[in-house]
């Protein structure tokens, strides 16, 4: 019934893994899946094993990044020469903004796999930037829904499969910028510091359910998305940099977890 279901979805990459792949059997969930760092994620992990879920607002580009996990499947194929076992990546579109939404996430995972084991909440904006008297209060409440309240949702809506599994991972995509001040930025600043607090209080919560919590803060990385003009690229943190801090964390030993990753450039681009 399980493999008749996933046969169903509409979008889904087969991916070539050894038996040995880390994440093999294993199922994560990515926002903001199509571009940038969430891409860079969700193929990493699509990588180790994992069906990675890709979420969404945007079709095509999560279309974009489960034809990427495709590509690697099929070099692997060609490096390999044959198929041991298979994982998928499952495009949903999803606004994480909007609680039914999210639900309705949870309940295709539920119904696909009865589980999920890691759970990425990556989505975020950055909105205008300015002083804050100036910020629109329609632009808090976008940047604080997306940020903040996102994580929230998908916290609620999936952790409880995590649970009842008794184990599970939620990485939550912060900021540098959730440590430090942030001038012409504060709303951001503010999501983040918020997400930040929502980590560290939830991992506690849940760690007696031996779900481990942890939050990545990046600086500055140099995306498609957002290039930061007037850096140096090549000495920017690249989006494959947070992709491989998510793969230590959820490939580390059982007995410990990192609650919380800073990560900067070698150099200051």
């Not at 959820?250 to 410990?256: E, F, G, K, L, N």
Request: aromatic share 4%; hydrophobic share 40%.
């Amino acid at each position: 019934m399980e493999r008749a279901v996933l046969m169903k979805t509409a979008s889904a990459s087969n991916i070539t893994q050894p038996e040995t792949a880390p994440l093999a059997g294993q199922v994560a969930v990515i926002t903001g899946a199509g571009r940038g760092i969430g891409r860079a994620i969700a193929v990493r992990l699509a990588e180790l094993g994992s069906h990675t879920f890709l979420c969404g607002r945007s079709r095509a580009a999560l279309e974009q990044t489960a034809a990427a996990i495709r590509e690697l499947g099929m070099r692997k194929l060609g490096r390999e020469g044959g198929e041991k076992n298979s994982a998928r990546s499952s495009v949903v579109e999803c606004d994480v903004t909007e609680l039914g939404s999210v639900e309705a996430l949870a309940t295709r995972v539920q119904n696909a796999f009865h589980r999920v084991d890691i759970l990425v909440n990556n989505a975020g904006i950055s909105g205008p930037g300015g002083p804050l008297p100036q910020l629109a209060p329609a632009d808090w409440e976008r940047i604080f829904n997306t940020n903040l309240r996102g994580a929230y949702y998908c916290i609620r809506s999936l952790a409880p499969l995590m649970i009842k599994g008794g184990s599970g991972h939620i990485i939550n995509i912060s900021s540098l910028a959730g440590k430090n001040a942030l001038p012409n930025g504060a709303a951001y600043a503010a999501s983040k510091w918020g997400l930040n607090g929502l980590s560290y209080s939830v991992a506690e919560e849940l760690r007696a359910h031996n779900i481990r919590v942890s939050v990545i803060c990046p600086g500055s990385v140099h995306t498609d998305f957002s290039e930061h003009a007037g850096k140096n690229a090549a000495k920017m943190l690249q989006a494959s940099d947070v992709a491989h801090a998510v793969a230590m964390i959820v490939t580390q030993a059982p007995q410990s977890f990192a609650s919380e990753i800073l990560l900067r450039p070698t150099q200051k681009p």
